[in-house]
């Protein structure tokens, strides 16, 4: 069964350090996302992307936040300067369409020290 | 109340029996998934009910969708120990974004 891949599965960084969590949707799904889950909280919509820009981002994601899709594979959240409220886990999803379920990720558990 | 709210906040049964939770949401949808959580794991849809859909099946789970009282509920049938997770219902409406509730803690005990 396709997968969406995450890489890494933990980062640890210190803040004020910009971090890079990358993904890889599944291959001929359309729509991709991040989604980030504060330990024992709710998961937490971060931004969509579609047709190679943004669709819709949330209020945390704030300048310090920003998506890529460099090479129609791989799909990556930057982080710029990393405060320690940003440790969370990071979940990346992929749809094929709207109305269709999401394909998520093990996630990213970053840790900001 | 929130946005794609569960209750009950946590539910624990034995082996065999049917476990039942309720989600609860606040605007209009155009439909509403459940997922489950493993422990530190990552998010697996299970299912998806539109919204002019008012019940839905899939192996030993049961949705309904009542729009009129804006809630959902998932039932899970002759629940086993692997059955134990934390599971949520998220909402789509008008955009692509799922707005999740904060989910019932299913224990399933052998």
């Known amino acids: 069964e396709p997968e969406v891949t995450q890489t890494p599965s933990h980062q640890v960084t210190q803040m004020g350090q910009e971090v890079i969590l990358r993904c890889v949707p599944i291959?001929?799904?359309?729509?991709f996302y991040w989604y980030r889950q504060i330990l024992g909280q709710k998961v937490e919509f971060l931004v969509s992307?579609?047709?190679?820009?943004?669709?819709?981002k949330s209020e945390i994601f704030d300048d310090q936040f920003s998506v890529e899709r460099p090479d129609g594979s791989n799909f990556t959240l930057k982080i710029r300067s990393t405060k320690l409220e940003d440790s969370a886990m990071y979940f990346c999803?992929?749809?094929?369409?709207?109305?269709?379920?999401?394909?998520f990720g093990s996630g990213t558990r970053l840790t900001v020290v | 109340s929130q946005q794609g709210e569960e209750d009950p906040q946590a539910l624990s049964i034995q082996e065999g029996e049917n476990a039942t939770m309720n989600c609860s949401y606040k605007t209009s949808i155009n439909n509403l998934q459940w997922y489950r959580q493993n422990s530190g794991r990552g998010l697996v849809h299970l299912i998806l009910?539109?919204?002019?859909?008012r019940e839905k099946h899939s192996g030993r789970l049961r949705v309904t969708l009542d729009t009129s009282k804006k809630s959902s509920s998932l039932l899970i049938t002759a629940s086993r120990a692997a059955d134990t997770a934390s599971y949520f219902c998220?909402?789509?409406?008008?955009?692509?974004?799922?707005?999740f509730g904060k989910g019932t803690k299913l224990t399933v005990n052998p």
């Open positions: 998220a909402s789509q409406g008008g955009s692509e974004k799922l707005v």
């Open positions: 999803a992929s749809s094929l369409s709207l109305n269709y379920g999401y394909t």
């Open positions: 992307f579609y047709n190679n820009e943004i669709s819709e």
């Open positions: 009910i539109r919204s002019n859909e």
């Open positions: 291959s001929n799904h359309l729509y």
